[in-house]
Nanobody, 124 residues
Framework: QEQLVESGGGLVQPGGSLRLSCEAYGFPLDYYAIGWFRQAPGKEREEISCISNSDGSTNYADSVTGRFTISRDNAKNAVSLQMSSLKPEDTAVYYC?????????????????WGQGTQVTVSS
């Protein structure tokens, strides 16, 4: 059974950095497009980043561009999200998800496998 496990969340001060990891079990993660999402209390879930398989391209939501970086850690069968210059409004549960179409693209991705989420809290 395919599953994704997020880790690395926690409490960080404004302006700080945090690195999240999304590790896959039961399938090779580098075959597929992987997205990162977040959801704050009372808010809709927001896609904040994606890394494709077809051309290796990445994209970012306007709210995080220039501050967050998505990358693959193939040795760990994982995708990371490096978060810098964190703001209180970044506080949310962060999820990763996989589009299981081989060679998947971020645009129009259909996410099938989801992790359970990891809490990120940005506060003084």
């Amino acid at each position: 059974q395919e599953q994704l496990v997020e880790s690395g969340g926690g409490l960080v001060q404004p302006g700080g950095s945090l690195r999240l990891s999304c590790e896959a079990y039961g399938f090779p993660l580098d075959y597929y497009a992987i997205g990162w999402f977040r959801q704050a209390p009372g808010k809709e879930r927001e896609e904040i980043s994606c890394i494709s398989n077809s051309d290796g391209s990445t994209n970012y939501a306007d709210s995080v561009t220039g501050r967050f970086t998505i990358s693959r850690d193939n040795a760990k069968n994982a995708v990371s999200l490096q978060m810098s210059s964190l703001k209180p409004e970044d506080t949310a549960v962060y999820y990763c998800a996989a589009d299981l179409h081989i060679g998947g693209r971020c645009q129009g991705a259909q996410y099938i496998v989801w992790g359970q989420g990891t809490q990120v809290t940005v506060s003084s």
